[in-house]
């Protein structure tokens, strides 16, 4: 009887002892995938030069500028999970003064793959017209605009672990007039 009971407590000691290596290991190979292959990392923000659309300009009675700011970006994921996001607005600016709003659809990007996108923000420049260095930007051939973006959404991973995440992202935007053409530059940063 008493070798039954010793056996059976040899046998729960080995089969703990399996356990408890299999979950360390398990946890060791968790943490170093985590830190090595599965790292978050930022997505890039390759900006596309574009043009101007439907410029009309105008500079008697009044100075105006109305023109249709075409930005085409591709997003480019680095991370091994996929990133859904929603329904999100990037804001234009122009020395600091809001200009133009410009609604982005929900969309997803793919783990290890790109998402190329194109946004159009109608400028007016009527509220433009009122900051001093204004007309020294037209003179000079050039309207520098900045834009920010945060998109809220949901990164998984393998299709199993879900984490809220949010990307911010921010472009300089540099637009010749006499070409019509936009040169933007873009990166981003992510949070979770």
Known sequence: MDTTKARS??????YCGVTVAIITIF?????????????????RIIAHPT???????QLYPNVSINATLVLTMT?????????EFKDSVAYVYYRGMLI???????????????????????ITGGKMATDPDFYNDIASGTLNFTSTTSMHG???????VKVGAKV??????????????????????VEF
């Open 168 to 189: 911010d992202s921010f472009c300089d935007i540099c637009v010749h007039i006499l070409t019509q053409e936009v040169d933007p530059v873009c990166h981003s940063k």
């Open 100 to 122: 133009g709003e410009v609604p982005i659809e929900h969309s997803k990007v793919p783990a290890r793959g790109s998402f190329t996108m194109t946004t159009y923000a109608n």
């Open 9 to 14: 407590w040899r046998c729960v000691k080995i």
């Open 75 to 83: 997003i480019d994921n680095r991370n091994y999970g996929g990133f």
């Open 51 to 57: 043009n101007l659309e439907n410029v009309q300009f």
């Open 154 to 160: 949901k990164v998984s991973v393998l299709k199993i």
């Open 27 to 43: 946890i060791v190979v968790s943490i170093i995938l985590y830190f090595t292959v599965f790292k978050p990392k930022d997505p």
